[in-house]
């Protein structure tokens, strides 16, 4: 299991940035091991804006990170909060190498300011982007729109991705939080089987 920290932490006696991710692996006797994963510094997350807030690995075997604000790596010049960047690595773990890419530009699709960074993330094999925001979120792009807030998750069926990102929202919402018993409480991690 790969975990995003919300602040630096030493586990098991690694010290952890919250720009790093930790890998827990079970073991015999029941508890977990921890080691680095991804060192974030390593790979140019450096400011505080660049905490790793949500994280997703794609079948190919790079990783779908997103920010908790603005920042800027080799490969990509700057993205915000609701951006989702891609990572390839070369190596993980305490020397972590590999490069950058803009996997989605959502502020092109209408989903922009700081209630909408993005909180979580899952992708479907077709493509599809599920997601979720901090805060409410109102976007408007291809002739499609969405609304929500922070218990919902929205799905978006992209045309282009990378540095020009478009597509449509297919559905008015994925899942309504509100409906199930949710209201008011932030959805903060997702996976979606479909």
């Avoid at 940035?17 to 006797?29: F, G, H, I, K, P």
């Avoid at 690595?89 to 209408?110: E, F, I, K, Q, R």
């Amino acid at each position: 299991m790969v975990v995003a920290l919300q602040s630096p932490v030493t586990l098991a006696g690694i010290a952890f940035d919250d720009s790093d991710l930790a890998r827990l692996s079970r073991n015999t006797s029941g508890g977990f091991n921890v080691s680095m994963f991804f060192d974030g510094s390593d790979a140019g997350l450096t400011t505080n804006a660049e905490a790793i807030d949500v994280v997703t690995g794609l079948a190919d075997g790079s990783w779908l990170i997103s920010t908790r604000g603005s920042g800027a790596v080799s490969g990509v010049s700057s993205f915000s909060a609701e951006d989702i960047l891609r990572f390839r690595p070369t190596s993980l773990g305490t020397t972590t190498a590999g490069s950058w890419s803009l996997y989605a530009d959502m502020s092109d699709v209408g989903i922009t300011g700081t209630s909408e960074n993005i909180t979580a993330v899952d992708v479907a094999a077709d493509g599809r982007i599920f997601l979720t925001t901090s805060g409410n979120i109102g976007a408007t792009t291809g002739g499609t729109s969405v609304s929500g807030t922070n218990e919902d998750v929205v799905v978006f069926q992209p045309t282009t991705l990378g540095s020009t990102t478009t597509g449509s929202y297919p559905s008015p919402l994925f899942f309504d939080g509100s409906l199930h018993g949710l209201g008011r409480n932030a959805l903060l991690g997702i996976d979606v089987p479909v």
